[in-house]
């Protein structure tokens, strides 16, 4: 059975979980460890994933930096949910275009 990710908006109640999930890669020197208050100030570009349960599972943001250039910055996921493909439907959510082979479980 496969279990159902929902993406939604981050909110500010989440800058903990975003942090959280980004401590153990910053230790492990694979993204770069940020101040809270720029978590803050990036929140409009961030997008929680979150469990059926609504465990915070992971989270990333779209920077746009262009009409038609933007990039992925912070994406992380906790270690329970690493290589389980949620970023799928992270990825379809922040574009809102069903990605083909995304999980039936993807809301947004």
Known sequence: MT?????????????GAIKTLVAPLADQ???MAKETVAYYES???FRI???SGGEVIGCGALHVMWEDLAEVRTLAASDAWRGRAWAICWWSACW?????WASPGCSA
Not at 3 to 15: K, L, M
């Open 49 to 51: 994933a979150e469990s």
């Open 43 to 45: 929140l409009q570009e």
């Open 29 to 31: 020197r694979i993204l």
């Open 96 to 100: 809102r275009t069903p990605v083909p």
């Open 3 to 15: 279990e159902t990710i929902r993406i939604r908006p981050a909110r500010t109640s989440d800058v």
